[in-house]
């Protein structure tokens, strides 16, 4: 077995693991474009079918990456809808299919965290003549360490997925080959010291996110309770 | 000048029946009542926070400055200090910095100004809270049981707050389930029973006298749950 310096010197992993980054950052962004204002909007709105849209909502937090692969795939294939953009086995699908996978778990977070605001301040900024667009400003200053930790959730789920990427970017090498496709096939070829390697970094990865996150909200409940 | 406020038929669901009155400056008002007598939905719907399901609730002064002090205190995610003048910028008052640290001096939290407002004990911020009213020098103040969940002690500083209130010419409108609360504070109490405004009396007269059989039984701490 090589050292971990070894393992994490050999050819070709690190430009594995920037694509990986560029695609999941790059879909935590549309994501958190999306789905902030989205969980923010339902938090707020009062509308016929809310509670649905919330039960929805919370479930599609638990998609099957393999499921939204899937349906990426027949949207971009060149039958689908979507073909002619010619974006199948391109990391712009893997972009695609990411942002879908955790643009619910990002505003669902959210919702909750500025539902749960709203309805504790809703009365003291009404009283205080406070509303509209101001409120929701103040609410969302309030709740932003709990935003931050939703999308820290979606960055989180982004990077440590294999199914969507697989089948939408086709696992092509150079081209669409991310961390956890690489690991999935190196091992089934026995070549493990880059499987292990790439297995480090993605731990490493997830790691430092959730305790950033830990740590955000700590220093957050600390410092503004 | 906003007052005298006037309600002319206001109910609310089913929780407030159709009455009708008005509450004039000057004597302090009391709310008076058993959890669930509709006291806090009669607050809310003078203060504007509920809309009553038919008559009309008027100032004859337009809405003017009124501020409220509830149950539980809310405050940000700030300061004790940015709370304050938080309040203070929203009612579009300049100085807002200034205005605030002399609201916290007059309920003694100048210390804590610049701890966060969420990290104070109850009574503490319940403090903050009438400091974040008495900022915006509110010619009515509402308090909706504002000590039912705090201790003694800090019961006797936020009642000497709202003395300081009112030897200020605000006017006091608080909801209270507390006999001794009453008296100490109220010079007129309404007696809310079951929705219905069954009895207003100066203070004195309502304890020795009730006038109503209902109002004696919740004297006596025979409430009756009929």
Do not use: C
Request: charge should be positive.
């Amino acid at each position: 077995m090589h050292n971990i310096a070894g393992v994490l010197a050999q050819p070709g992993l690190w430009e594995i693991v920037a694509l990986s980054l560029r695609v999941s950052l790059s879909a935590v962004l549309l994501a958190t474009l999306a789905g902030l204002p989205l969980g923010a909007a339902i938090a707020v709105g009062r509308f016929p079918g809310r509670t649905s849209v919330i039960v929805l909502l919370n479930a599609l937090m638990g998609l099957p990456p393999v499921v939204v692969g899937l349906a990426v795939y027949l949207l971009l294939s060149r039958a689908g809808p979507l073909g002619s953009f010619g974006l199948l086995f391109t990391p712009g699908a893997m972009i695609v299919a990411q942002t879908i996978l955790i643009l619910p778990i990002i505003a669902a977070l959210s919702r909750q965290a500025v539902e749960d605001a709203w309805r504790e301040y809703d009365e003291q900024l009404r009283s205080l003549g406070v509303d509209g667009v101001r409120a929701a400003l103040t609410v969302l200053w309030d709740v932003r360490f709990s935003l931050l930790t939703a999308v820290l959730a979606g960055l989180g789920r982004a990077s440590a997925e294999v199914g969507a990427v697989m089948i939408v970017g086709g696992n092509i090498e150079g081209v669409t080959r991310v961390m956890t496709t690489t690991i999935a096939l190196e091992t089934s070829k026995g070549d493990l010291p880059l499987a292990l390697g790439l297995g480090i970094v993605l731990i490493a990865i997830v790691l430092v996110l959730n305790a950033a996150a830990f740590v955000v909200k700590e220093a957050a409940q600390r410092r503004f309770g | 000048m906003i007052l005298p406020l006037r309600l002319e038929g206001v109910s609310f669901r089913h929780i407030i029946q159709p009455l009708s009155l008005e509450i004039e400056a000057g004597p302090s008002t009391i709310l008076l009542g058993a959890n669930g007598a509709g006291k806090s939905v009669l607050m809310r719907l003078m203060h504007g926070l509920l809309a009553p399901s038919s008559g009309r609730v008027s100032w004859s002064g337009g809405a003017g400055r009124q501020a409220m002090v509830f149950q539980r205190p809310v405050m940000l995610r700030r300061s004790a200090l940015a709370n304050v003048a938080y309040a203070v910028q929203a009612a579009g008052m300049p100085d807002a910095g200034k205005v605030a640290m002399e609201a916290l001096k007059e309920v003694g939290l100048a210390h804590l100004a610049h701890r966060p407002a969420r990290v104070l004990s109850g009574g503490e911020q319940q403090r903050l809270a009438l400091a974040r009213a008495w900022a915006l020098h509110p010619e009515v103040l509402f308090l909706d049981e504002p000590t039912a969940s705090l201790d003694p002690s800090a019961t006797r500083e936020i009642e000497s707050v709202i003395r300081a209130f009112d030897a200020s010419g605000t006017k006091i409108v608080m909801a209270t389930h507390n006999l001794g609360q009453a008296r100490r504070l109220g010079d007129e109490v309404l007696f809310i029973h079951q929705g219905r405004l069954v009895e207003r009396a100066p203070v004195e007269r309502f304890f020795k006298q009730p006038g109503t059989a209902e109002a004696a039984a919740f004297i006596k701490g025979e409430l009756p749950w009929d």
